[in-house]
């Protein structure tokens, strides 16, 4: 937190008299605030919702106060706030009472104006909607993740306390890779919890500390880890999409280099297109390619309960997502997040897609965004211009050359040993599924084993195949009309195709 001691240092000795620590993490954010104090020479007073305490004169007070009769407690006697800091803990519980408004106030007027002297109130909570009324008072401060260096030494030296024996080189930097993001208590967690088996750190602690960083994440309630599972081979189709995928993963792995030559860091892709066609599969096998943690952002996730609540939700993902760079980031179905703006969508979205809208067009870290949509005519135009993504593709029906990987694919991860016999009527099955997605292509085949086992028969044959696809409604079947009007809008748009 090297960046954020600095700013604070430098904000408490600009006499600034609110500042506003939006964090989560607030053991880490407290020792830092501590080692401020001790370096300007100021006492530390603390309110939470328990007690207030002053740990310069040690004074504590043990029964409950409320926020507003302890700030009146303060405001008693200038002399108590004299060359101090008084931190406030979950202030955004309160900052929409207007007794709670009206004393930070008078409190910060009153050391602008130099009524007391070397006075800085922290407010330390995640951020939410700032009163008008403090806005001029008010500096917010955002502590930054661990850099990759800052990680690097929590591990050597919780090895160090531990008299442990160091990693590899390429075992250390794959561990600094994974715990990117996470505040420090976390990585201090997880280290303890690596080590606390066999005393080491050993690449057979990489899958739970993966795991630990898995659920961390999705304890944030706005980001999730995907674990990666397919790669390009397993897309039957989609050769342009795949082919300008693997030029983007050339870039992504050479990017010094590449940057030297004059080349930007990729920004990302907007996949659009027919359900069930592959579009979410991409985003996994992307992640494969590129060789990165793969995030999912679920924009449903974002909308708050609490006023600000929502925006403060989507500042803290794009800040958990860039301290993870390099990685790509899959926001799925983008429609339904960002349908009705300028058109009588609600303010809270409209402030969310004005954050995430510069943030892809200002965007210079190493976090590639693949973006997938179903009804591309619901999203904002500002969203479809040059700048927001790379490029954007859309994803058709698979032709026959298609279906039959499609079919070939899903037979052989799960019958390979009947792909061969299979083989010989492949072009009568790629015949009888005209107008199937991928996903009905999948759904036949896994109908098709499951009817063969039942029936006991040592081996898949076309036959259960041929069965299952009578049993199936494709996708052309139930969404004809809205499958023309989609391929239609993405042709007008001259959106580039996936498929040769």
């Not at 600009?14 to 001790?38: E, F």
């Amino acid at each position: 937190m090297s960046k954020f001691k600095e700013k604070l240092e430098q904000y408490m000795d600009a006499g600034l008299p609110l500042i506003y620590v939006d964090t989560l993490d607030y053991g880490a954010v407290m020792k830092t605030i501590q080692v401020s104090a001790d370096r300007a020479r100021r006492g530390l007073i603390i309110w939470d919702q328990r007690r207030m305490r002053d740990l310069q004169d040690n004074i504590n007070v043990e029964e409950k106060e409320s926020i507003d009769s302890a700030i009146d407690t303060l405001l008693t006697d200038h002399s108590n706030l004299k060359n101090k800091l008084v931190v406030i803990e979950d202030v955004h519980f309160f900052l929409n009472k207007p007794e709670v408004i009206s004393r930070l106030r008078e409190i910060a007027n009153d050391i602008n104006e130099g009524k007391i002297e070397d006075c800085t109130i922290i407010l330390l909570a995640p951020l939410g909607d700032i009163p008008k009324e403090l806005e001029n008072y008010m500096t917010i401060l955002v502590p930054e993740y661990p850099t990759e260096q800052e990680i690097k030494d929590m591990i050597l030296d919780k090895i160090e306390e531990n008299d442990a024996r160091p990693p590899e080189k390429v075992l250390l930097d794959r561990m600094i890779m994974i715990l990117k993001g996470l505040s420090e208590t976390a990585i201090d967690t997880i280290l303890s919890l690596a080590l606390a088996d066999d005393g080491s750190l050993d690449a057979s602690d990489l899958p739970m500390i993966m795991e630990q960083k898995q659920q961390m994440v999705k304890k944030s309630g706005i980001l999730e880890m995907v674990n990666v599972k397919n790669s390009m081979d397993d897309i039957g189709g989609l050769e342009i999409l795949k082919d300008w995928l693997m030029r983007k993963a050339e870039i992504f792995g050479n990017y010094t280099t590449a940057k030297e030559f004059g080349v930007e860091a990729p920004k990302g892709v907007l996949i659009a297109g027919m359900p069930g066609c592959g579009k979410s599969l991409t985003a996994e096998a992307a992640a494969n390619a590129f060789h990165v943690p793969l995030l999912r952002m679920d924009m449903g996730r974002l909308m708050g309960k609490y006023v600000g609540e929502s925006e403060s939700n989507m500042r803290r993902a794009i800040q958990l997502t860039e301290a993870s760079e390099p990685c790509v980031l899959w926001i799925d179905e983008l429609e339904k997040a960002f349908a009705g703006i300028g058109g009588g969508g609600s303010e809270v979205t409209t402030r969310l897609f004005g954050t995430f809208l510069t943030w892809m067009q200002e965007k210079k870290s190493m976090v590639f965004v693949i973006a997938t949509a179903n009804k591309i005519q619901q999203l904002p135009p500002e969203l479809l211009r040059k700048g927001r993504f790379d490029e954007i593709f859309y994803v058709e029906l698979p032709n026959k050359t298609e279906r039959k990987k499609i079919f070939e694919i899903h037979i052989k991860k799960r019958r390979p040993q009947d792909l061969q016999a299979i083989s010989k009527d492949m072009n009568e099955l790629v015949e009888k599924t005209e107008g199937y997605c991928g996903a009905d292509i999948e759904g036949v085949v896994r109908e098709a084993i499951e009817t063969a086992f039942v029936k006991k028969e040592d081996t898949l044959s076309s036959s259960d195949i041929k069965e299952a696809i009578k049993n199936t409604n494709s996708l052309s079947d139930i969404m004809g009309d809205d499958l023309d009007k989609m391929k239609k809008s993405y042709e007008e748009r001259k959106f580039k195709k996936a498929s040769r």
